[in-house]
Nanobody, 126 residues
């Protein structure tokens, strides 16, 4: 059984920062690529970033490039997502997922997903 638990969400003013954590337990967490996704109210879940298990490469959605940074601490079974220069449009529930690859298909958000976390809420508002 592979379980993922997100934490670190909260209320922050525009321009502020947060660091989200995705801690895994069981079933070889470090063998998976880890993706971060988000779902804003009334919108579909979308991919935000991914850390590849193969070579440690990372990728980001255009909307967050230059503002968000994904990193991984294998010794702690944890993947982090640093959110800087936050905007109101970043408001969403953020989920992490253990994936077999970093390929994401907007029409099938569960593609290659082994397990989802339950999410952590980020609200950007003044």
């Amino acid at each position: 059984q592979l379980q993922l638990v997100e934490s670190g969400g909260g209320l922050v003013q525009p321009g502020g920062s947060l660091r989200l954590s995705c801690k895994g337990s069981g079933d070889r967490f470090n063998d998976y690529s880890i993706g971060w996704f988000r779902q804003a109210p009334g919108k579909e879940r979308e991919g935000v970033s991914c850390f590849s298990r193969r070579d440690g490469s990372t990728d980001y959605a255009d909307s967050v490039k230059g503002r968000f940074t994904i990193s991984r601490d294998r010794s702690k079974n944890t993947v982090f997502l640093q959110l800087n220069s936050l905007k109101p449009e970043d408001t969403a529930v953020y989920y992490c997922a253990a994936k077999y690859t970093c390929v994401t298909k907007p029409t099938n958000i569960d593609f290659d997903v082994r397990s989802w976390g339950k999410g952590t809420r980020v609200t950007v508002s003044s």
